[in-house]
T-cell receptor, first 110, second 114 residues
Framework: SQQGEEDPQALSIQEGENATMNCSYK?????LQWYRQNSGRGLVHLIL?????REKHSGRLRVTLDTSKKSSSLLITASRAADTASYFC??????????FGPGTRLSVLP | SQTIHQWPATLVQPVGSPLSLECTVE??????LYWYRQAAGRGLQLLFY??????ISSEVPQNLSASRPQDRQFILSSKKLLLSDSGFYLC?????????????FGQGTRLTVV
C-alpha cells in the first residue's frame, strides 16, 4: 500500500505568499524526504528530515515531522513563480525502497 | 561527481513492439537502482529495484522486466508493449536509503504506446 499521501493535491497561490503542503504516511520510518519535480522532468531532492528530528530548515524551506501523527509538512516561504512544480514526499518503505506519495501540484501566480 | 543518464527522452512505439530503456550511473559504485513509472499528474509507482548485479526485485506484476548486467547499468524491457504501458519512466539511484541518503533521478523517458 502507498506509504506517503500528500495534500492538497493542488495548490494555487500568489507570488510572495507562503505555500504549505502536508504528507501523511502509514508505517514507521527512518527518514522522510521531500522532492520537487518540474513538469516532464526528473525529481530533485529538496530536504530530508530524520525520524528523531522535529523541524528542519533549508533556505526558504521548512519541514516539520510529527512521528506520533505520522505526518510531515513542507513550507515554502515567500514563494516565487519559479517554485511552480509538483512536490512529493518519500519515505523509506521497507528495505532499500523509496515510497512516494501522489504529490502536490503547486502553482505560483505572478 | 555522480551523474545519471537515461535515454531516450521520448519514445513512441506501436502496440506489440519490444521496449528497451537504458539507465547508467557514473561516479559511484554498487548503487541501488530503481525504475519508477509515473502516470500523468500522478505519483511515482516503483516498478523494479536492484541492490546489486543480477539482483532484481519486482514490485508489481506487469508486462515489463528489468535487468542489471553491469554494476551501474539498469535496463527496463518489454517483449510486447501494451497501451497501458504508456507513461513517464524514471530511473533513479541511491547509496543507502536507511542512512537517509537521497535518491538521484534521471530526466525520464516519455513513452507513448500507439
Amino acid at each position: 500500500s502507498q506509504q506517503g499521501e500528500e495534500d492538497p493535491q493542488a495548490l494555487s497561490i500568489q507570488e510572495g505568499e507562503n505555500a504549505t503542503m502536508n504528507c501523511s504516511y502509514k508505517t514507521s520510518i527512518n527518514n522522510l524526504q521531500w522532492y520537487r519535480q518540474n513538469s516532464g522532468r526528473g525529481l530533485v531532492h529538496l530536504i530530508l528530515i530524520r525520524s528523531n528530528e522535529r523541524e528542519k530548515h533549508s533556505g526558504r524551506l521548512r519541514v516539520t515531522l510529527d512521528t506520533s501523527k505520522k505526518s510531515s509538512s513542507l513550507l515554502i516561504t515567500a514563494s516565487r513563480a519559479a517554485d511552480t512544480a509538483s512536490y512529493f514526499c518519500a519515505t523509506d518503505g521497507y528495505g532499500q525502497n523509496f515510497v512516494f506519495g501522489p504529490g502536490t501540484r503547486l502553482s505560483v501566480l505572478p | 561527481s555522480q551523474t545519471i543518464h537515461q535515454w531516450p527522452a521520448t519514445l513512441v512505439q506501436p502496440v506489440g513492439s519490444p521496449l528497451s530503456l537504458e539507465c547508467t550511473v557514473e561516479g559511484t559504485s554498487n548503487p541501488n537502482l530503481y525504475w519508477y513509472r509515473q502516470a500523468a499528474g500522478r505519483g511515482l509507482q516503483l516498478l523494479f529495484y536492484s541492490v546489486g548485479i543480477g539482483q532484481i526485485s519486482s514490485e508489481v506484476p506487469q508486462n515489463l522486466s528489468a535487468s542489471r548486467p553491469q554494476d551501474r547499468q539498469f535496463i527496463l524491457s518489454s517483449k510486447k508493449l501494451l497501451l497501458s504501458d504508456s507513461g513517464f519512466y524514471l530511473c533513479a539511484w541511491s547509496v543507502d536509503i536507511l542512512l537517509g541518503l537521497e535518491a538521484f533521478f534521471g530526466q525520464g523517458t516519455r513513452l507513448t504506446v500507439v
